[in-house]
């Protein structure tokens, strides 16, 4: 257990719809990191946030948009969903925001878009 | 463009035998670099990273990877695998300026343990 949560851990969702991935980063952590993993895209950065704010940006969609909030924990939301948004959704957390800090994962949400 | 490739998309060995995963990059600079599990309906797990120094790195589990700067290389190895490190593996890189936004993961090695 890397005591990182995600809620839910199963979406399933029509095209057009929105849905929100949430996630609680370990006790202490300030940075939240968000991965899409596609069986044809394989394992993709989407954005990490550090105390509140967007720190990088990776290949996230204009469609998607997350936010962290004061109490630390994160959502990522995904609007007008198309069947290739389809994945696993992790979000991982590490203490600092730097890229050589260790990040924890959390178990992943599975988005099916149908 | 920085590139990471995984060469074996999948790999089996047998119980007690070694392994060794490879993975290779392309980038100008020295990046940051790591090797991660990922178990079967779970999420990834750091095993060991290396950023500078000692070219051999040692990680959880047993495993340990080495950095060869002349073939761009960073390969993960375990003396002799168990059968509960049947998972997939990922090599991620990292430029070591221009922030995480950069990081490309490999497209992953499954890894089989027959007993």
């Known amino acids: 257990d890397s005591g990182v949560t995600q809620t839910p851990k199963h979406l399933i969702t029509a095209t057009g719809q929105r849905v929100t991935l949430r996630c609680s980063p370990r006790s202490g952590d300030l940075s939240v990191y968000w991965y899409q993993q596609s069986l044809d895209q394989g394992l993709q950065f989407l954005i990490q946030y550090y105390n509140g704010e967007e720190r990088a940006k990776g290949n996230i969609l204009e469609r998607f948009s997350a936010q962290q909030f004061p109490d630390l924990h994160s959502e990522l939301n995904l609007s007008s969903l198309e069947l290739g948004d389809s994945a696993l959704y992790f979000c991982a957390s590490s203490v600092e925001g730097g890229e050589t800090y260790e990040q924890y994962f959390g178990p992943g949400t599975r988005l099916t878009v149908t | 463009a920085q590139s990471v490739t995984q060469p074996d998309i999948h790999i089996t060995v047998s119980e007690g035998a070694s392994l060794e995963l490879r993975c290779n990059y392309s980038y100008g600079a020295t990046p940051y670099l790591f090797w991660y599990v990922q178990s079967p309906g779970q999420g990834l797990q750091l095993l060991l990273k290396y950023f500078s120094g000692d070219t051999l790195v040692q990680g959880i589990k047993g495993f340990e990877a080495e950095f060869k700067r002349s073939q761009s290389s960073f390969n993960l190895r375990k003396p002799s695998v168990h059968w509960s490190d049947a998972a997939e593996y990922f090599c991620?890189?990292?430029?070591?300026?221009?922030?995480?936004?950069?990081?490309?993961f490999g497209i992953g090695t499954k890894l089989q343990v027959i007993p």
């Open positions: 991620a890189v990292v430029p070591p300026s221009g922030g995480y936004q950069k990081v490309t």
